[in-house]
C-alpha cells in the first residue's frame, strides 16, 4: 500500500492550499485536506460548513509536483484526470484552481 507523505508535508500542503484558496476564493472557511494510502483527499469547506469534495492528490514523492484526480458529483468518486496545463500533473495550487473553477465559480 503506498504510503502518505511525511507529517511535515502535509502540513505544508494544507498550508499551501489554504493560503492560496484564501486569497481567490473568500466564500470559503477552509480547505480540508484529508491523507489515505498515498493520497490526499481535498475539500472545501463553507462558511455555513457544508463540506464540497474537490479532487484527488496523488503524493509522487516530490513535494511540488501531485497527481491529479477531479471529483465527480454525477459518480460520488474521483477520475484521474488533466490539468488546464494539459498534465495530468501539477502544482497543488493548480489542481486546486482546476478543481476550484468547476466547483466554486469563478475566483475572486
Not at 507529517?7 to 493560503?19: A, D, G, K
Not at 474537490?54 to 458529483?73: E, I, K, M, N
Not at 468518486?77 to 493548480?94: A, F, H, K, R, W
Amino acid at each position: 500500500m503506498p504510503k502518505n507523505p511525511p507529517e511535515s508535508m502535509q502540513h505544508h500542503l494544507r498550508h499551501r492550499l489554504n493560503t492560496h484558496a484564501q486569497a481567490r476564493w473568500p466564500q470559503l472557511a477552509r480547505i480540508d485536506v484529508r491523507f489515505r494510502a498515498g493520497f490526499a483527499y481535498v475539500a472545501a469547506e463553507l462558511k455555513d460548513g457544508e463540506e464540497l469534495p474537490l479532487c484527488r492528490l496523488r503524493f509522487t514523492g516530490v513535494l511540488h509536483t501531485w497527481g491529479f484526480a477531479l471529483y465527480l458529483a454525477s459518480r460520488g468518486g474521483y477520475q484521474d484526470n488533466y490539468l488546464l496545463t494539459g498534465l495530468p500533473i501539477g502544482s497543488p495550487e493548480d489542481c486546486l484552481d482546476c478543481a476550484g473553477g468547476l466547483y466554486l465559480d469563478t475566483p475572486a
